[in-house]
């Protein structure tokens, strides 16, 4: 229980994990977080070095709140949401590859970025929910690299990578605000200056 140094976060990822109603996408997921690479540093590392949740167990914190912001989409389909939930918990899992204990990043990273290394080191995993569910993991492939541009052909990939961007990027300037309030800038409410039309 005291493997994260923020409380409850280590539970809440594992009970994130636990509402996967896909038995293989289940069996991934604890998979990967019982990795020995995965163990060892995911849960005590920050999420960056100066940006944000950059504190021991940032990049957990910071996992958990996208999870969890991707989890309340109630629009989203059941397999949809699931996918959201588990490319959410996975989105950075590349950097436990990807910086040295000092938050520098080693060579991999620096040629492929954090997100390909993370796809490249879990193609173990992926390729075995592929046998089970291809679409799901096609998916997680895409949401996982991060890849949103059109293609050549004029096909898109997955609309899941918008959602997991704006997820992302919603954890990053909450956790700014908390951190640095006064260089965060966040539009004000209307205000009336003159009183409501008559009709």
């Given amino acids: 229980m005291d493997i994260c140094p923020i409380d409850g976060v280590y539970m809440g990822i594992l009970e994130l994990i636990e509402t996967f109603n896909v038995p293989a996408l289940y069996h991934m997921m604890a998979s990967i977080f019982c990795e020995r690479d995965v163990v060892d540093r995911f849960w005590i590392m920050p999420a960056s070095a100066r940006h944000h949740h950059a504190f021991a167990g940032g990049l957990a914190a910071h996992t958990l709140e996208v999870a969890r912001d991707l989890a309340g989409q109630s629009c989203l389909e059941d397999h949809e949401r699931e996918l959201c939930v588990a ?8 950097k436990v590859w990807s910086y040295t204990p000092d938050m520098f990043l080693n060579t991999a990273a620096r040629a492929m970025g954090h997100e390909l290394v993370g796809l490249a080191r879990l193609e173990r995993e992926l390729s075995e929910l592929e ?25 898109m990939p997955s609309a899941l990578v918008a959602r997991l961007r704006a997820a992302d990027q919603r954890s990053c300037e909450q956790e700014r605000s908390r951190q640095r309030p006064k260089q965060v800038w966040t539009p004000g409410q209307w205000k009336s200056t003159t009183p409501p039309p008559v009709l």
């Fill in 131 to 155: 046998s089970e569910w291809s679409d799901g993991a096609y998916a997680l492939r895409v949401l996982i690299s991060g890849c949103g541009r059109m293609r050549q052909d004029g096909s």
């Fill in 87 to 94: 490319a959410g918990l996975l989105h950075d899992i590349g």
